[in-house]
């Protein structure tokens, strides 16, 4: 089965900078694009950021200018930088990807989650 791990997550100060790793393992012969998604309590989940296997990136609007998503394809894992947090960013943060099986059959993957908590 395919696999996401998710690190980085933690309790950081307003303005202060983490980076969220995920790495995917498993039965994966290609992965398309990679991204993250968040849920904060009480809202709906949402998009953060992602990126093709083009290199192509979209944000949210909320966090342009601050996160930036990047990607190692050699090791099939994708970074968040998130700076200049704030506390509205507080939320647990989701990696999701979607790739080509061995049967050239389109699957998606989520990870279990990574808490990151902004507050002083």
């Known amino acids: 089965q395919v696999q996401l791990v998710e690190s980085g997550g933690g309790l950081v100060q307003p303005g202060g900078s983490l980076r969220l790793s995920c790495a995917a393992s498993g039965s994966i012969f290609r992965i398309n694009v990679m991204g993250w998604y968040r849920q904060a309590p009480g809202k709906e989940r949402e998009l953060v950021a992602d990126i093709s296997s083009g290199g192509g990136t979209n944000y949210a609007d909320s966090v342009k200018g601050r996160f930036t998503i990047a990607r190692d394809n050699a090791k099939n894992t994708v970074y968040l930088q998130m700076n200049s947090l704030k506390p509205e960013d507080t939320a647990n943060y989701y990696c999701?990807?979607?790739?080509?099986?061995?049967?050239?059959?389109?699957?998606?993957?989520w990870g279990q989650g990574t808490l990151v908590t902004v507050s002083s």
């Open positions: 999701k990807t979607t790739y080509w099986n061995y049967r050239m059959l389109a699957q998606v993957a």
